[in-house]
């Protein structure tokens, strides 16, 4: 069973379906989160580092601030088994407090 | 404008140079024991500091500062491994850390600084202590001895808080999945 992701490990590895380099993570996340995630630099970083040594995430050519990143076939796995994690969490939560509607 | 200053304490250093901005007055640089700033305007910029890991030299302390550049922070001063960054307020709250680990593997490099710091004064200062046993002329000894349990001592409340803060954290870990 694979581990639960922070949110921010999991809205970076869906940023980077498409290449984005380390500031564009950080305002694409902040965007789809309606400003709720922001990201500080120093955690970005930290997580880039970490994605890349668990071969979920690869740098694409580019030097230094120029650097792009993108999601390889593993760390997509790793996103939809997570998308299969919130599902659970979230039909059952439904289910349970007798959502309706949008909910 | 300059102030004489001395901390112990890096989240009592960070307060108070915030403090100093919401008045208008922006850290500009440090030299030991004197912080230097610049009028400007009150409440323009949020600063945070940081001990980077290692001695805050080489390719891993470059390519770290240059990724935090990138992202729109400005780099005010960096004195080996001490760094005071800056981030204009109209880009909204600034946090180098946004999460509970990224906050707490960083706490845990300040308690390493910290602990280790504490550890070799207790030392300097029993051996040099226990020189005195031997001979109590030795002066310079009985000093540095002073000197070494006085650091020890005034290193033993940043080290209790960051253990406090390490507790905290680790309480919210437990609960939210942050």
Known sequence: MQQPLTEGVYYILLALYEPRHGYGIMQIVEEWSDGRVKLGAGTTYGALKNLQEKKFIETLAGEGRKKEYVITSLGKQIVEAEVTRIKELYNNGRKIIKAEGDL | ?178
Request: hydrophobic fraction near 40%.
């Open chain 2, 1 to 178: 404008m300059r102030k004489f200053k001395i901390f112990m304490d890096d989240a009592k250093e960070e307060q108070w140079i915030n403090d100093m901005a919401s008045q208008g007055w922006h850290f500009k640089s440090f030299n030991f024991p004197l912080y230097s700033f610049d009028k400007g305007e009150p409440a323009e910029y949020e600063y945070r500091t940081e001990m980077l890991e290692g001695f805050g030299y080489g390719k891993a302390a470059n390519e770290y500062l240059d990724f935090v550049q990138s992202t729109g922070i400005e780099v005010v001063q960096k004195r080996f491994n001490w760094v005071y960054f800056r981030q204009h307020k109209s880009k909204g709250n600034f946090e180098l850390y946004s999460d509970q680990s990224s906050k707490l593997s960083y706490i845990n490099r300040i308690f390493t600084i910290y602990s280790t710091l504490a550890v070799l004064n207790l030392i300097a200062a029993i051996i040099n202590g226990s020189v005195l046993l031997l001979d109590e002329s030795l002066r310079f000894n009985s000093f540095i001895a002073g000197l070494n349990t006085g650091v020890f001592i005034a290193l033993l409340y940043p080290l209790a808080k960051t253990v406090y803060r390490k507790q905290n954290l680790k309480r919210e870990i437990a609960m939210y999945e942050k």
